[in-house]
């Protein structure tokens, strides 16, 4: 039978304390617009999945599809230019 070797606490790459880092709360922070627009497309999807979708509920889904799609596509601008340090 192996036995397991731990590492000790001290290790600096082991040390983990349990909150997000600053890259990690900047990231999502960068994914919010994105993240509340989907939000927005499940909320529009919920409320016609139990009846027959009028032109209206046609017309809010296809919005808020829309509205993901350009979420997207800036969160995308955004961190290619973030990358390469010029506009995208």
Do not use: Q, Y
Request: proline share 5%; charged share 30%.
């Amino acid at each position: 039978m192996k036995s397991i070797i731990t590492l000790p606490a001290t290790s600096g790459v082991l040390a983990f304390d349990g909150e997000p880092s600053d890259a990690e709360l900047d990231a999502v922070e960068l994914e919010v617009p994105l993240i509340l627009a989907e939000v927005d497309l499940l909320d529009v999807e919920i409320m016609t999945i139990d009846r027959p979708a009028t032109e209206l509920d046609e017309r809010r889904v296809r919005r808020a599809r829309n509205r993901v799609l350009v979420e997207r596509r800036d969160l995308t601008n955004r961190v290619v230019a973030m990358l390469t340090g010029g506009a995208a």
